[in-house]
C-alpha cells in the first residue's frame, strides 16, 4: 500500500494540486439539481387577463348641434377687437349669415368624418329645444347600445348656466331659451360622448356629473321601493357610460387672439396636425427655421392618411406620440377605456392631449371626464417640436425646387431608445416609454424587423412584460403579419407568439379563426428552420390543439400529427417533448385524430420515446401514450387490442428512476382504467379476495408482546429469489406476520375495542408506529392492504407476472398500480391509491354492499388484537396511543398532518425505556387523500358520503408546467453562469471552502497520524445508529437509525435536525451518501426494500424535503432484522450471523464526476443508474449466489469492486459487455465481506476485510492478495480512511481498534470519556471523515462518538 508521499504528484503541470481540486469543484456535474427537481410540477398562476376588450364599441351616430347666430354676438362677453374669428377654419363674416352658418356646418361634418367616415352624421344648425331633442331621440333610437356623440358649439349664445343649462334659441330668434342638461341626458341616453366648445364650459361637467348621480339614487330608491311614485315613472337612463370633452375651466373664457380660431377646441379635436403646425409658427422658436410661413404651412405636401408623404408622416408621429404620452400617463385600465375600445373616442382623446397643451399656452384648460392626469409638460412633447422642426425646415426646398422628402429619424430613434432600455435597464423598473411607438413601427415595412425582434426581446423578459404589450395592444398587429410569407419574418413571430400563448392560451381561438395555426404548420414541417423555433412552433400548435375541438380539427386537417411524428426523433430534446406532448393532445377525446394516429402507428412511434434519456421527453411520451389509450371514443376489438399493446409498454416504465415519468404513467393507466371499469372491478375483487385469505393470527397468538413477530425465529427465508423460489404459502406467511390485517373492508365502524392491555400497546405500538394506517371510511383499500396485495400475490417483482391465474393484461396493470401505491415518491403513491381506491370501491359497491358494511363485527370480535383500528387513529394523531384516549379517539378528531410529510416541529428528545425510538409516533405514515369531517353517516349516508377519487381528468401538470418554459426568459443567462449573482459568490465560497478543508486536512494527514482516541464528541442519538455519514466539507454528520436521519454539528455538539425517512415499517436505511457535497448538498438513504430516497433543505432552518426517490432495485424482500424492542443479545446475534440472514440490505457507491450511482445488495446484479438520465444504464451481473455487502467504484478507470456475503470478493470493468465484465474474482476470504474498498489512485489497491478479520491487498491485475494483515474477530464493522491509511474495526465485543498502514493498532477504544469510563456498546457503524482524521462510532445502546488525532496534529 502507498503512502501519502506518492499521492502528491498532480497530473498537471504548473498547477498546485490545490489549485487543481479546486478547479475540479467547477467542473463536477451536480446532481438532481434540474428544474424538475427544485420546483413545483405545476403550471404558472394564470394572469388575470385585462388586455380583451370586452366591450369593443363604435361612435355610430353624431350630432352636431351649433349655435352661432352668426352676426349678433351674446350679451354676456364683451369680445376684443380685433378677435378669434374662424369657425371650422372658416370666416363666417366674408359670407352672408345663412350660408356661412351652412358652411361651417358641413365643414365640421368633414372635419369629423376623417376619424369616423362610417358613422350617421346630423347637423342642427341654430336650434330650438325640440329640434334638439328630436335629433338626439332619434339618434339613440337608431344607434341601439352603441355610443352617439354631441358636439355644442355656443359660440353664439350665452355661457352656461349654474343651474345645469345651455342655450339655444326660440322660434324666430329673437330668444335665447335654456336647455337643461338633464333634459339632454334623458335624450342622449348611455353610452355617449359630449364635446361642448364654449366658455366656462367646466360648469356643465360638473352639472352633469350632479344629475347623473341623482339619477343613479333614482334608480335605487326605485329598485328598493317600487311603491314609490318615482318607480311609476319611466326609468332614466344610467349615465355611467359618458365621456365629456369640455373646452375650458367652469371659470374660464375662450381665448380671443385674432391668430388663432375662435373654436380652438374644436380645431384641436378634428384637424389636429393643422393647428400643432400653426401654433408651432407662432412661438418663439419657429424663428429658428428660417423661410417657413403660415402660408407655406397650408402648402404642406400629401394626404394624412399616406404615411410616405410629409404631412402623412407627421400624421403618423403624432399619433404614435400622443398614445405613447397616454400610454405612459394614464391607469392601464382608463387607458383601455378611453384608447383602444372606439377608434372615434380614441383619436378625440390622442387630440385632446394637444388640445391641452395648446389651449394652457393662452391660459385655458380643457377639462374632460374622466379626468384625465396633466400630460402637457410630457417629455414626449420635444421629441413632436423636433419632428416638426424636421419637416418644416425642409418645406421651403421641397416647394420651391421639388426636391425629395427625407423621412424623419423619429421612429428609428425611439426604437434605439427601446434598445438601450432593453440593454440597459435593471430588472425592476417602469416599463419602457416607446412600447406602443414600436406597435406604430409594426406597420412600416422599413422598421418591421427590428421592431419585431426587440419586440421579442421585451416579451422575453417575463409574463408580465406580455402583459404590458397585449394592454397596449399589440395582438391585432402581431395576428394579421401571420399573413405575411416572408421568411426572415419566421423566427420572430414563431418566438413572439410562443411568448404570448405561454402566458395567455385564450388566444388559440384567434389564431384558427384568422387561419394563423397554419402559418406554424408550415414552419413546423420546414426541414431548414432550426430546432428551436419549430420547437416553439409546435409548442404553439399544442396550445392551439388544447381542449380545443375546432382547433383539433383545423390541425387535424392541416396534417399535424404526420408533421409531429417525422420529428420524433429530433436531437433537440425539447422538440421532441413537445412533439410527444402536441400529440398527447391533439387525440386527447378527439377520435378522429386517434385513428389518423394508428394508421401512422403513432403509438408504435412514440414507443423509442420511453427510454428516452431526458426524464421530461419520457414524459411527454407517457403522456401521449396516455391520451391515446384515454380516449372516450366507442372501442371495437382493434381499439382494445392496441389499448392492451400501450399499456403493456407503458407498464415497463413502473421502475423509471424519475418520480416525474412515474407520476404521468400513474395518470396514463388511469385512463385505462376509467375506459376498461368493469374489467378491472372484476380483477379488484379477485384480489381483494384472494388477499382477504390470508388474515392475521387470531389473539392468542399475539397476545404476548414477544410473539409479535413470529418469522423471527423461524428459519429466515432465503431473499435471493431467483435462485430459489419459495413456495407462495411460505412467503404469504412472512407477509401476514409482518403486515397488519386488513381491515376487512368495513366501511363504518360504530365504537371500538374495548380495552387494551399495557402489554399490546407496546408490542402494537412498536410494529406499527411509524405506518399508521387511514380510517377505513377514507379508504377501502388501506396503505398496508395493498401493500399486502403486492407481497402476496406477485411476489413484488414483475418478472413473476405471467402464468398467475387469471392473468389477463387487467390483472397485469392492476398488479403495476399495487407496485406505483407502494412507491417511495409520496405523490406518485397518492396517485395510484387515488385510482386503486376508485376501483376498490365501486367494485365492492357493485358487487356486495351488504357483507362490506356487516364485517364491522369482524374487528369487534377481537377486542384485544393489537392491530384493531383503535390503535391506528392514534398514530394518524400523532401522539402514543394512551388507554383513557382509545374512545375519543374514534370520532376523528384528532388532528392529522398531511401525508407523510414530518411535522414542522421536530420530535422532542427524550429517550424512552425498553429501546423504543421515540420518534415513530411523530411520523404518521398516514396516507389521506380527503378529510372527511366527524359527520360520517351511518350505513345508508355511505353512498353519497363517499367521493369518486378518480375522473377522467386525473393529470399531473406536467404540460403546464413545460409550458413555463416559454413564458420564462430564455435569452437571459441562467444566475449560476452569472459572474455576480448570489448564486454564484455562494458557490465561489463553498468551493474555497472546500479547498481550506482539503489544504488543512492533508497537512495533518501527511504528518502521519499515531493515535486516534481524542473523543471530540458524543450525543445520544434519538434512535440506533445503523449508518452514519460525515459530510466532506461543513461539520454536519448524518446518523440513520431503521427510518429516520438525525443530523448532528459535531464541532458544536448540537443536534440539527431529526426527520423520518418515509420507509415502510418493514424496512430500514441501510446506506446514505452526500450527493453534491462539494456544492448545494444532498443526502440519498438507500432501503433494504431497494428504494432510494434523495432530500434537501436539512440540517438547516427550512423543513427537509424529498427531491426524489425511486425503486432502486426491483427485487429485494426486505427481511426482518432488528426490530426496536428486541434485546441486545439478539441483534448482536444478528450481526453474527449475517451470511445465514442473507441480509445485506441495500448498498450503494457514488461517483461525483459521472453522476453515476452503484446499487446493489440482495440481488444478483450491481445496477448502475445514472442520476442525470434518472434511468438504469447497465445491469452488472455478479454471477455467484450470494448478496452484495459493499461497493466502491473508480470512476477514473470504470472500475467497480464488491464484496459478498460468501467471501468473494468481485471486480468488474463497466466498459465492458455482461458476459466478459467480470475481470477478476478473489476467493480468499472463508466468510462475509465486511468492507471492500477500491482506492481511487491510478494504481490503487483493492482492501477487503471479512468478519473474521483478515485484511487483504489486491492488485486488481494480479489474481493473488499482495498484502494479509489479521485484525480482531468478530468484525462488525469497519471503514477505511481514504486519505490517511487508516482503517478502523468495530467489533461486536464492545472495542474499536484502528489500524495503520502497516497493520499495528494505533488506538483501541473502549470507554468512552466522561460518562463515569462508561463501557462502549457493540458496535452498529463507524465510519471516518472524507478529509480530516475523525472517526465516527455508533453503537446499540444508542450513543454516537466521534474519535479524532491528538489535538496538537489537528
Request: glycine share 6%.
Given at each position: 500500500?502507498?503512502?501519502?508521499?506518492?499521492?502528491?504528484?498532480?497530473?498537471?503541470?504548473?498547477?498546485?494540486?490545490?489549485?487543481?481540486?479546486?478547479?475540479?469543484?467547477?467542473?463536477?456535474?451536480?446532481?438532481?439539481?434540474?428544474?424538475?427537481?427544485?420546483?413545483?410540477?405545476?403550471?404558472?398562476?394564470?394572469?388575470?387577463?385585462?388586455?380583451?376588450?370586452?366591450?369593443?364599441?363604435?361612435?355610430?351616430?353624431?350630432?352636431?348641434?351649433?349655435?352661432?347666430?352668426?352676426?349678433?354676438?351674446?350679451?354676456?362677453?364683451?369680445?376684443?377687437?380685433?378677435?378669434?374669428?374662424?369657425?371650422?377654419?372658416?370666416?363666417?363674416?366674408?359670407?352672408?349669415?345663412?350660408?356661412?352658418?351652412?358652411?361651417?356646418?358641413?365643414?365640421?361634418?368633414?372635419?369629423?368624418?376623417?376619424?369616423?367616415?362610417?358613422?350617421?352624421?346630423?347637423?342642427?344648425?341654430?336650434?330650438?329645444?325640440?329640434?334638439?331633442?328630436?335629433?338626439?331621440?332619434?339618434?339613440?333610437?337608431?344607434?341601439?347600445?352603441?355610443?352617439?356623440?354631441?358636439?355644442?358649439?355656443?359660440?353664439?349664445?350665452?355661457?352656461?348656466?349654474?343651474?345645469?343649462?345651455?342655450?339655444?334659441?326660440?322660434?324666430?330668434?329673437?330668444?335665447?331659451?335654456?336647455?337643461?342638461?338633464?333634459?339632454?341626458?334623458?335624450?342622449?341616453?348611455?353610452?355617449?360622448?359630449?364635446?361642448?366648445?364654449?366658455?366656462?364650459?367646466?360648469?356643465?361637467?360638473?352639472?352633469?356629473?350632479?344629475?347623473?348621480?341623482?339619477?343613479?339614487?333614482?334608480?335605487?330608491?326605485?329598485?328598493?321601493?317600487?311603491?314609490?311614485?318615482?318607480?311609476?315613472?319611466?326609468?332614466?337612463?344610467?349615465?355611467?357610460?359618458?365621456?365629456?370633452?369640455?373646452?375650458?375651466?367652469?371659470?374660464?373664457?375662450?381665448?380671443?387672439?385674432?391668430?388663432?380660431?375662435?373654436?380652438?377646441?374644436?380645431?384641436?379635436?378634428?384637424?389636429?396636425?393643422?393647428?400643432?403646425?400653426?401654433?408651432?409658427?407662432?412661438?418663439?422658436?419657429?424663428?429658428?427655421?428660417?423661410?417657413?410661413?403660415?402660408?407655406?404651412?397650408?402648402?404642406?405636401?400629401?394626404?394624412?392618411?399616406?404615411?410616405?408623404?410629409?404631412?402623412?408622416?407627421?400624421?403618423?408621429?403624432?399619433?404614435?406620440?400622443?398614445?405613447?404620452?397616454?400610454?405612459?400617463?394614464?391607469?392601464?385600465?382608463?387607458?383601455?377605456?378611453?384608447?383602444?375600445?372606439?377608434?372615434?373616442?380614441?383619436?378625440?382623446?390622442?387630440?385632446?392631449?394637444?388640445?391641452?397643451?395648446?389651449?394652457?399656452?393662452?391660459?385655458?384648460?380643457?377639462?374632460?371626464?374622466?379626468?384625465?392626469?396633466?400630460?402637457?409638460?410630457?417629455?414626449?412633447?420635444?421629441?413632436?417640436?423636433?419632428?416638426?422642426?424636421?419637416?418644416?425646415?425642409?418645406?421651403?426646398?421641397?416647394?420651391?425646387?421639388?426636391?425629395?422628402?427625407?423621412?424623419?429619424?423619429?421612429?428609428?430613434?425611439?426604437?434605439?431608445?427601446?434598445?438601450?432600455?432593453?440593454?440597459?435597464?435593471?430588472?425592476?423598473?417602469?416599463?419602457?416609454?416607446?412600447?406602443?411607438?414600436?406597435?406604430?413601427?409594426?406597420?412600416?415595412?422599413?422598421?418591421?424587423?427590428?421592431?419585431?425582434?426587440?419586440?421579442?426581446?421585451?416579451?422575453?423578459?417575463?409574463?408580465?412584460?406580455?402583459?404590458?404589450?397585449?394592454?397596449?395592444?399589440?395582438?391585432?398587429?402581431?395576428?394579421?403579419?401571420?399573413?405575411?410569407?416572408?421568411?426572415?419574418?419566421?423566427?420572430?413571430?414563431?418566438?413572439?407568439?410562443?411568448?404570448?400563448?405561454?402566458?395567455?392560451?385564450?388566444?388559440?381561438?384567434?389564431?384558427?379563426?384568422?387561419?394563423?395555426?397554419?402559418?406554424?404548420?408550415?414552419?413546423?414541417?420546414?426541414?431548414?428552420?432550426?430546432?428551436?423555433?419549430?420547437?416553439?412552433?409546435?409548442?404553439?400548435?399544442?396550445?392551439?390543439?388544447?381542449?380545443?375541438?375546432?382547433?383539433?380539427?383545423?390541425?387535424?386537417?392541416?396534417?399535424?400529427?404526420?408533421?409531429?411524428?417525422?420529428?420524433?426523433?429530433?436531437?433537440?430534446?425539447?422538440?421532441?417533448?413537445?412533439?410527444?406532448?402536441?400529440?398527447?393532445?391533439?387525440?386527447?377525446?378527439?377520435?378522429?385524430?386517434?385513428?389518423?394516429?394508428?394508421?401512422?402507428?403513432?403509438?408504435?412511434?412514440?414507443?423509442?420515446?420511453?427510454?428516452?434519456?431526458?426524464?421530461?421527453?419520457?414524459?411527454?411520451?407517457?403522456?401521449?401514450?396516455?391520451?391515446?389509450?384515454?380516449?372516450?371514443?366507442?372501442?371495437?376489438?382493434?381499439?382494445?387490442?392496441?389499448?392492451?399493446?400501450?399499456?403493456?409498454?407503458?407498464?415497463?416504465?413502473?421502475?423509471?428512476?424519475?418520480?416525474?415519468?412515474?407520476?404521468?404513467?400513474?395518470?396514463?393507466?388511469?385512463?385505462?382504467?376509467?375506459?376498461?371499469?368493469?374489467?378491472?372491478?372484476?380483477?379488484?375483487?379477485?384480489?381483494?379476495?384472494?388477499?382477504?385469505?390470508?388474515?392475521?393470527?387470531?389473539?392468542?397468538?399475539?397476545?404476548?408482546?414477544?410473539?409479535?413477530?413470529?418469522?423471527?425465529?423461524?428459519?429466515?427465508?432465503?431473499?435471493?429469489?431467483?435462485?430459489?423460489?419459495?413456495?407462495?404459502?411460505?412467503?404469504?406467511?412472512?407477509?401476514?406476520?409482518?403486515?397488519?390485517?386488513?381491515?376487512?373492508?368495513?366501511?363504518?365502524?360504530?365504537?371500538?375495542?374495548?380495552?387494551?392491555?399495557?402489554?399490546?400497546?407496546?408490542?402494537?405500538?412498536?410494529?406499527?408506529?411509524?405506518?399508521g394506517s387511514p380510517d377505513n371510511d377514507e379508504y377501502i383499500l388501506s396503505f398496508e392492504t395493498i401493500d399486502k396485495m403486492r407481497r402476496v400475490s406477485s411476489y413484488s417483482s414483475l418478472n413473476?407476472?405471467?402464468?398467475?391465474?387469471?392473468?389477463?393484461?387487467?390483472?397485469?396493470?392492476?398488479?403495476?398500480?399495487?407496485?406505483?401505491?407502494?412507491?417511495?415518491?409520496?405523490?406518485?403513491?397518492?396517485?395510484?391509491?387515488?385510482?386503486?381506491?376508485?376501483?376498490?370501491?365501486?367494485?365492492?359497491?357493485?358487487?356486495?354492499?351488504?357483507?362490506?358494511?356487516?364485517?364491522?363485527?369482524?374487528?369487534?370480535?377481537?377486542?384485544?388484537?393489537?392491530?384493531?383500528?383503535?390503535?391506528?387513529?392514534?398514530?394518524?394523531?400523532?401522539?402514543?396511543?394512551?388507554?383513557?384516549?382509545?374512545?375519543?379517539?374514534?370520532?376523528?378528531?384528532?388532528?392529522?398532518?398531511?401525508?407523510?410529510?414530518?411535522?414542522?416541529?421536530?420530535?422532542?428528545?427524550?429517550?424512552?425505556?425498553?429501546?423504543?425510538?421515540?420518534?415513530?409516533?411523530?411520523?404518521?405514515?398516514?396516507?389521506?387523500?380527503?378529510?372527511?369531517?366527524?359527520?360520517?353517516?351511518?350505513?345508508?349516508?355511505?353512498?353519497?358520503?363517499?367521493?369518486?377519487?378518480?375522473?377522467?381528468?386525473?393529470?399531473?401538470?406536467?404540460?403546464?408546467?413545460?409550458?413555463?418554459?416559454?413564458?420564462?426568459?430564455?435569452?437571459?443567462?441562467?444566475?449560476?453562469?452569472?459572474?455576480?449573482?448570489?448564486?454564484?459568490?455562494?458557490?465561489?465560497?463553498?468551493?474555497?471552502?472546500?479547498?481550506?478543508?482539503?489544504?488543512?486536512?492533508?497537512?495533518?494527514?501527511?504528518?502521519?497520524?499515531?493515535?486516534?482516541?481524542?473523543?471530540?464528541?458524543?450525543?445520544?442519538?434519538?434512535?440506533?445508529?445503523?449508518?452514519?455519514?460525515?459530510?466532506?466539507?461543513?461539520?454536519?454528520?448524518?446518523?440513520?437509525?431503521?427510518?429516520?436521519?438525525?443530523?448532528?454539528?459535531?464541532?458544536?455538539?448540537?443536534?440539527?435536525?431529526?426527520?423520518?425517512?418515509?420507509?415502510?415499517?418493514?424496512?430500514?436505511?441501510?446506506?446514505?451518501?452526500?450527493?453534491?457535497?462539494?456544492?448545494?448538498?444532498?443526502?440519498?438513504?438507500?432501503?433494504?426494500?431497494?428504494?432510494?430516497?434523495?432530500?434537501?433543505?436539512?440540517?438547516?432552518?427550512?423543513?427537509?424535503?424529498?427531491?426524489?426517490?425511486?425503486?432502486?432495485?426491483?427485487?429485494?424482500?426486505?427481511?426482518?432484522?432488528?426490530?426496536?424492542?428486541?434485546?441486545?443479545?439478539?441483534?448482536?446475534?444478528?450481526?453474527?450471523?449475517?451470511?445465514?440472514?442473507?441480509?445485506?440490505?441495500?448498498?450503494?457507491?457514488?461517483?461525483?464526476?459521472?453522476?453515476?450511482?452503484?446499487?446493489?445488495?440482495?440481488?444478483?446484479?450491481?445496477?448502475?443508474?445514472?442520476?442525470?438520465?434518472?434511468?438504469?444504464?447497465?445491469?452488472?451481473?455478479?454471477?455467484?449466489?450470494?448478496?452484495?455487502?459493499?461497493?466502491?467504484?473508480?470512476?477514473?478507470?470504470?472500475?467497480?469492486?464488491?464484496?459478498?456475503?460468501?467471501?468473494?470478493?468481485?471486480?468488474?470493468?463497466?466498459?465492458?459487455?455482461?458476459?466478459?465484465?467480470?475481470?477478476?474474482?478473489?476467493?480468499?476470504?472463508?466468510?462475509?465481506?465486511?468492507?471492500?474498498?477500491?482506492?481511487?489512485?491510478?494504481?490503487?489497491?483493492?482492501?477487503?476485510?471479512?468478519?473474521?478479520?483478515?485484511?487483504?491487498?489486491?492488485?486488481?491485475?494480479?489474481?493473488?492478495?499482495?498484502?494479509?494483515?489479521?485484525?480482531?474477530?468478530?468484525?462488525?464493522?469497519?471503514?477505511?480512511?481514504?486519505?490517511?491509511?487508516?482503517?478502523?474495526?468495530?467489533?461486536?465485543?464492545?472495542?474499536?481498534?484502528?489500524?495503520?498502514?502497516?497493520?499495528?493498532?494505533?488506538?483501541?477504544?473502549?470507554?468512552?470519556?466522561?460518562?463515569?469510563?462508561?463501557?462502549?456498546?457493540?458496535?452498529?457503524?463507524?465510519?471516518?471523515?472524507?478529509?480530516?482524521?475523525?472517526?465516527?462510532?455508533?453503537?446499540?445502546?444508542?450513543?454516537?462518538?466521534?474519535?479524532?488525532?491528538?489535538?496538537?496534529?489537528?
Amino acid at each position: 500500500m502507498k503512502m501519502d508521499s506518492d499521492l502528491l504528484q498532480s497530473p498537471a503541470v504548473g498547477l498546485t494540486e490545490e489549485e487543481e481540486a479546486d478547479m475540479n469543484d467547477w467542473k463536477l456535474p451536480l446532481a438532481f439539481m434540474k428544474k424538475r427537481h427544485s420546483e413545483k410540477i405545476e403550471g404558472s398562476k394564470a394572469l388575470a387577463q385585462s388586455w380583451r376588450m370586452k366591450d369593443r364599441m363604435k361612435t355610430v351616430s353624431v350630432a352636431l348641434v351649433l349655435c352661432l347666430n352668426v352676426g349678433v354676438d351674446p350679451p354676456d362677453v364683451v369680445k376684443t377687437s380685433p378677435c378669434a374669428r374662424l369657425e371650422c377654419w372658416i370666416d363666417p363674416l366674408s359670407m352672408s349669415p345663412q350660408k356661412a352658418l351652412e358652411t361651417i356646418g358641413a365643414n365640421l361634418q368633414k372635419q369629423y368624418e376623417n376619424w369616423q367616415p362610417r358613422a350617421r352624421y346630423k347637423q342642427s344648425l341654430d336650434p330650438t329645444v325640440d329640434e334638439v331633442k328630436k335629433l338626439c331621440t332619434s339618434l339613440r333610437r337608431n344607434a341601439k347600445e352603441e355610443r352617439v356623440l354631441f358636439h355644442y358649439n355656443g359660440h353664439g349664445v350665452p355661457r352656461p348656466t349654474v343651474n345645469g343649462e345651455i342655450w339655444v334659441f326660440n322660434k324666430n330668434y329673437t330668444q335665447y331659451i335654456p336647455l337643461s342638461i338633464y333634459d339632454l341626458q334623458t335624450w342622449m341616453g348611455s353610452p355617449s360622448i359630449f364635446v361642448y366648445d364654449c366658455s366656462n364650459a367646466g360648469i356643465i361637467v360638473k352639472s352633469f356629473k350632479q344629475f347623473a348621480l341623482q339619477r343613479e339614487q333614482e334608480l335605487e330608491v326605485a329598485a328598493i321601493n317600487p311603491s314609490h311614485p318615482l318607480a311609476q315613472m319611466p326609468l332614466p337612463p344610467s349615465m355611467k357610460n359618458c365621456i365629456q370633452l369640455a373646452a375650458c375651466e367652469a371659470s374660464e373664457l375662450l381665448p380671443m387672439n385674432p391668430d388663432l380660431p375662435a373654436d380652438l377646441f374644436t380645431s384641436c379635436l378634428t384637424t389636429p396636425i393643422k393647428i400643432a403646425l400653426r401654433w408651432f409658427c407662432m412661438q418663439k422658436s419657429a424663428k429658428l427655421v428660417p423661410g417657413v410661413t403660415l402660408d407655406l404651412i397650408e402648402k404642406i405636401p400629401g394626404r394624412l392618411n399616406d404615411r410616405r408623404t410629409p404631412l402623412g408622416e407627421l400624421n403618423w408621429i403624432f399619433t404614435a406620440i400622443t398614445d405613447t404620452i397616454a400610454w405612459n400617463v394614464l391607469p392601464r385600465d382608463l387607458f383601455q377605456k378611453l384608447f383602444r375600445q372606439d377608434l372615434l373616442v380614441a383619436s378625440l382623446f390622442r387630440n385632446f392631449l394637444l388640445a391641452e397643451r395648446i389651449m394652457r399656452s393662452y391660459n385655458c384648460t380643457p377639462v374632460s371626464s374622466p379626468r384625465l392626469p396633466p400630460t402637457y409638460m410630457h417629455a414626449m412633447w420635444q421629441a413632436w417640436d423636433l419632428a416638426v422642426d424636421i419637416c418644416l425646415s425642409q418645406l421651403p426646398t421641397i416647394i420651391e425646387e421639388g426636391t425629395a422628402f427625407r423621412h424623419s429619424p423619429f421612429f428609428a430613434e425611439q426604437l434605439t431608445a427601446f434598445q438601450v432600455w432593453l440593454t440597459m435597464g435593471v430588472e425592476n423598473r417602469n416599463p419602457p416609454e416607446q412600447l406602443p411607438i414600436v406597435l406604430q413601427v409594426l406597420l412600416s415595412q422599413v422598421h418591421r424587423l427590428r421592431a419585431l425582434d426587440l419586440l421579442g426581446r421585451f416579451l422575453d423578459l417575463g409574463p408580465w412584460a406580455v402583459s404590458l404589450a397585449l394592454s397596449v395592444g399589440i395582438f391585432p398587429y402581431v395576428l394579421k403579419l401571420l399573413q405575411s410569407s416572408a421568411r426572415e419574418l419566421r423566427p420572430l413571430l414563431v418566438f413572439i407568439w410562443a411568448k404570448i400563448l405561454a402566458v395567455d392560451s385564450s388566444c388559440q381561438a384567434d389564431l384558427v379563426k384568422d387561419n394563423g395555426h397554419k402559418y406554424f404548420l408550415s414552419v413546423l414541417a420546414d426541414s431548414y428552420m432550426p430546432a428551436e423555433h419549430r420547437t416553439m412552433a409546435v409548442f404553439i400548435l399544442a396550445v392551439i390543439v388544447n381542449s380545443y375541438t375546432t382547433g383539433q380539427e383545423a390541425c387535424l386537417q392541416g396534417n399535424l400529427i404526420a408533421n409531429c411524428l417525422e420529428q420524433l426523433s429530433d436531437p433537440h430534446p425539447l422538440l421532441r417533448q413537445w412533439v410527444a406532448i402536441c400529440l398527447g393532445r391533439i387525440w386527447q377525446n378527439f377520435d378522429p385524430a386517434r385513428w389518423c394516429g394508428v394508421r401512422d402507428s403513432a403509438h408504435e412511434k412514440l414507443y423509442t420515446l420511453l427510454t428516452d434519456p431526458i426524464p421530461e421527453v419520457r414524459c411527454a411520451a407517457v403522456f401521449a401514450l396516455g391520451t391515446f389509450v384515454g380516449n372516450s371514443g366507442e372501442r371495437t376489438d382493434h381499439s382494445t387490442t392496441i389499448d392492451h399493446n400501450v399499456v403493456m409498454m407503458l407498464a415497463q416504465l413502473i421502475n423509471d428512476g424519475s418520480p416525474v415519468v412515474r407520476k404521468e404513467l400513474v395518470v396514463a393507466l388511469s385512463h385505462l382504467v376509467v375506459q376498461y371499469e368493469s374489467n378491472f372491478c372484476t380483477v379488484a375483487l379477485q384480489f381483494i379476495e384472494e388477499e382477504k385469505n390470508y388474515t392475521v393470527p387470531s389473539p392468542a397468538n399475539t397476545a404476548e408482546p414477544g410473539n409479535l413477530t413470529p418469522v423471527r425465529d423461524s428459519p429466515a427465508i432465503p431473499r435471493l429469489r431467483s435462485v430459489t423460489p419459495t413456495p407462495t404459502s411460505e412467503l404469504a406467511t412472512t407477509a401476514r406476520n409482518l403486515n397488519k390485517s386488513l381491515q376487512n373492508l368495513n366501511l363504518n365502524e360504530e365504537g371500538g375495542p374495548a380495552a387494551f392491555s399495557p402489554g399490546n400497546l407496546s408490542t402494537s405500538s412498536s410494529a406499527s408506529s411509524t405506518l399508521g394506517s387511514p380510517d377505513n371510511d377514507e379508504y377501502i383499500l388501506s396503505f398496508e392492504t395493498i401493500d399486502k396485495m403486492r407481497r402476496v400475490s406477485s411476489y413484488s417483482s414483475l418478472n413473476s407476472l405471467i402464468g398467475v391465474s387469471f392473468n389477463s393484461v387487467y390483472t397485469q396493470i392492476w398488479r403495476v398500480l399495487l407496485h406505483l401505491a407502494a412507491d417511495p415518491f409520496p405523490e406518485v403513491s397518492d396517485l395510484a391509491m387515488k385510482v386503486l381506491n376508485s376501483i376498490a370501491y365501486k367494485a365492492t359497491m357493485n358487487a356486495r354492499p351488504q357483507r362490506i358494511l356487516d364485517s364491522g363485527s369482524l374487528t369487534q370480535s377481537a377486542p384485544a388484537s393489537p392491530t384493531s383500528k383503535g390503535t391506528h387513529i392514534h398514530q394518524a394523531g400523532g401522539s402514543p396511543p394512551m388507554p383513557s384516549t382509545s374512545s375519543s379517539s374514534l370520532t376523528n378528531e384528532v388532528p392529522k398532518p398531511p401525508a407523510r410529510e414530518p411535522p414542522a416541529t421536530r420530535p422532542p428528545y427524550t429517550p424512552t425505556p425498553g429501546g423504543q425510538a421515540p420518534h415513530s409516533h411523530q411520523f404518521p405514515r398516514t396516507r389521506k387523500m380527503f378529510e372527511k369531517g366527524p359527520e360520517q353517516g351511518g350505513e345508508d349516508g355511505d353512498e353519497p358520503c363517499h367521493r369518486n377519487y378518480i375522473s377522467a381528468s386525473l393529470q399531473t401538470g406536467l404540460c403546464d408546467w413545460s409550458a413555463k418554459y416559454f413564458a420564462q426568459p430564455v435569452m437571459k443567462i441562467p444566475e449560476e453562469h452569472d459572474q455576480e449573482s448570489q448564486v454564484r459568490m455562494e458557490r465561489q465560497w463553498r468551493f474555497l471552502r472546500n479547498t481550506r478543508v482539503r489544504r488543512q486536512s492533508r497537512n495533518i494527514t501527511q504528518k502521519g497520524v499515531s493515535r486516534l482516541d481524542d473523543q471530540i464528541f458524543i450525543n445520544r442519538n434519538p434512535g440506533v445508529p445503523s449508518v452514519v455519514k460525515f459530510h466532506p466539507f461543513n461539520t454536519c454528520i448524518a446518523v440513520a437509525d431503521k427510518d429516520s436521519i438525525c443530523f448532528w454539528d459535531w464541532e458544536k455538539g448540537e443536534r440539527l435536525d431529526y426527520f423520518y425517512n418515509g420507509n415502510p415499517r418493514y424496512t430500514r436505511i441501510t446506506a446514505m451518501e452526500y450527493l453534491n457535497g462539494h456544492d448545494c448538498s444532498l443526502l440519498l438513504t438507500a432501503t433494504d426494500d431497494g428504494a432510494l430516497r434523495v432530500w434537501k433543505n436539512f440540517a438547516d432552518q427550512k423543513n427537509p424535503e424529498m427531491v426524489t426517490a425511486w425503486q432502486g432495485l426491483s427485487d429485494m424482500l426486505p427481511t426482518t432484522r432488528g426490530q426496536p424492542g428486541t434485546s441486545l443479545a439478539r441483534r448482536v446475534s444478528i450481526y453474527l450471523d449475517r451470511s445465514k440472514q442473507g441480509g445485506a440490505g441495500m448498498v450503494v457507491d457514488w461517483e461525483q464526476d459521472t453522476g453515476l450511482l452503484m446499487t446493489s445488495g440482495d440481488v444478483r446484479v450491481v445496477r448502475i443508474w445514472d442520476t442525470d438520465r434518472e434511468m438504469k444504464v447497465q445491469d452488472i451481473p455478479t454471477g455467484a449466489d450470494s448478496c452484495v455487502t459493499s461497493l466502491s467504484c473508480d470512476s477514473q478507470r470504470s472500475l467497480v469492486v464488491a464484496g459478498l456475503g460468501d467471501g468473494s470478493v468481485r471486480l468488474f470493468d463497466r466498459r465492458m459487455g455482461p458476459n466478459d465484465c467480470r475481470v477478476m474474482t478473489y476467493r480468499e476470504h472463508g466468510a462475509w465481506v465486511v468492507k471492500a474498498h477500491l482506492q481511487k489512485e491510478t494504481d490503487g489497491h483493492i482492501i477487503s476485510v471479512s468478519v473474521n478479520g483478515d485484511v487483504r491487498f489486491f492488485e486488481p491485475r494480479s489474481p493473488d492478495s499482495v498484502n494479509v494483515l489479521q485484525t480482531v474477530k468478530g468484525l462488525t464493522a469497519l471503514d477505511i480512511h481514504p486519505q490517511a491509511n487508516l482503517f478502523a474495526c468495530g467489533s461486536m465485543n464492545q472495542f474499536i481498534a484502528v489500524y495503520n498502514a502497516n497493520g499495528d493498532v494505533i488506538s483501541n477504544i473502549k470507554y468512552y470519556d466522561g460518562f463515569m469510563g462508561q463501557r462502549i456498546g457493540a458496535i452498529s457503524c463507524l465510519a471516518f471523515h472524507p478529509h480530516w482524521p475523525h472517526l465516527a462510532v455508533g453503537s446499540n445502546d444508542y450513543y454516537m462518538s466521534i474519535y479524532s488525532a491528538e489535538k496538537r496534529l489537528r
